[in-house]
């Protein structure tokens, strides 16, 4: 087939352009009521913290809906020459674009060769050809709604581990369960990316942890100062202390002091009488995916609870705290309370491991726990 010649291939291009402009016109109205309507949502809009890393999150999740709009090649060279045009370097330049998914900045460069001193035509060719496939939710309409379920219970839970990673392997296993066919690669069938997707279409949301339990975020003053006083104390007394090194693995490290054992509280609860549990902080993070109308987390009220806490040693000779018959008998002597059940503590013998009812009101403070 012969090539056009120039005058047809700029007629066309002149056609084209055209048909753009006038386009434009009627979309320039519409933007204008566009514009009228954010103006006003606007004023109650939150403040945002563009250097936040974790807005990359959200960068990320939008490129990857407008690589399913448009040709990566395009979006990916707008954010090339954007970056660049305000004094980026180009080390930094292809570090945010390989964080958001785009092109490299190295094949950025060469697009924007081709715009700023080729024409547009060659720039915006798509040779890809080919009728897209439908989409995969299309051809599973019921393991779509399995992966819904999925996500409002996981979402609902207290703890915030949920990932769009756990999500992905959600689909890839019941994908197999329901077509029977044998999996022998380990690519997912639905990658994370589009899983984030799916959660924000789904209809959660990438957020703040702001509900926390009620012993996290209504801290009151006296445990507070205890707390800063244990703080205080340790980092004080460091040197007299078993401690371990940030090493890979990590090695012990001997106190140069008068060897003092230093005890790890692991506090455990679980609410009676009370229909939500509370659960210590490690399960607690700054951001997770959450439904909008069904938080996990709400403030809690006073009720009963139980206490339990696990103790262990911070010692390289074991990891448990055990004291033999003999030693527990000396240990009485000095702290005849740990055989003295009549404090609301019930201690194992031979070890100080124990439950507390503490009520509605109460705290464990530093005089009980050591």
């Known amino acids: 087939m012969p090539r056009p010649n120039k005058r047809k291939k700029h007629t066309t291009s002149m056609n084209e352009r055209r048909s753009i402009e006038s386009l434009a016109s009627k979309d320039s109205e519409q933007s204008g009521s566009e514009e009228d309507v954010t103006i006003k949502i606007d004023d109650d809009i939150d403040h945002i ?30 954010v090339y020459m954007s970056l660049r045009h305000f004094g980026h370097s180009w080390r930094e330049t292809d570090n945010f674009m390989k964080e958001i998914g ?4 190295e094949t950025s460069k060469k697009w924007a060769h081709v715009l700023v001193n080729s024409d547009l035509d060659e720039f915006t060719t798509d040779e890809r050809g080919g009728k897209r496939g439908d989409s995969f939710w299309d051809n ?6 399995e992966a819904k379920d999925f996500v409002f219970a996981e979402c609902s839970k207290k703890e915030s581990s949920f990932t769009a990673e756990k999500l992905a392997k959600f689909i890839d296993d019941r994908f197999y369960e329901l ?28 957020t703040a942890n702001t509900g926390r339990p009620y012993f996290l975020g209504h801290e009151r003053k006296d445990v507070v100062k205890h707390r800063e006083q244990f703080i ?12 371990i ?10 106190p140069t002091g008068e060897p003092t054992v230093l005890l790890l509280c692991f ?52 990891p448990f705290f055990t004291l033999t018959d003999k030693e527990f008998e000396k240990a009485l002597k000095k702290y005849p309370d740990l055989n003295d059940n009549g404090l609301n503590l019930n201690y194992e013998r031979n070890s100080a491991s124990a439950t507390m009812n503490v009520g509605g009101d109460n705290y464990m403070d530093n005089p009980i726990v050591l």
């Open 179 to 206: 077509t029977k066919l044998k999996k022998n690669t380990q690519q997912l069938v639905r990658s994370v990316e589009s899983c984030k997707l799916d959660l924000r279409r789904f209809g959660a949301k990438y």
């Open 49 to 78: 913290n563009f250097e936040d890393p974790s807005i990359l999150n959200d960068i990320s999740d939008l490129f990857s809906f407008c690589k399913q709009q448009i040709n990566t090649r395009f979006i990916s060279t707008l």
């Open 102 to 105: 785009a092109m490299t900045a």
């Open 232 to 243: 205080e104390y340790f980092t004080e007394h460091q040197d007299d202390f078993y401690t």
């Open 245 to 254: 090194t940030n090493d890979t693995p990590p090695q012990w490290k001997n």
């Open 267 to 318: 506090p455990d609860f679980s609410m009676i009488g009370h229909d939500e549990s509370t659960y210590k902080s490690g399960e607690i993070s700054a951001k997770r995916w959450i439904m909008t109308d069904n938080a996990p987390f709400y403030n809690k009220g006073k009720g009963n609870s139980v206490m339990r806490s696990d103790f262990l040693v911070m010692h390289p000779s074991s």
């Open 140 to 145: 599973y309409r019921d393991l779509e709604l």
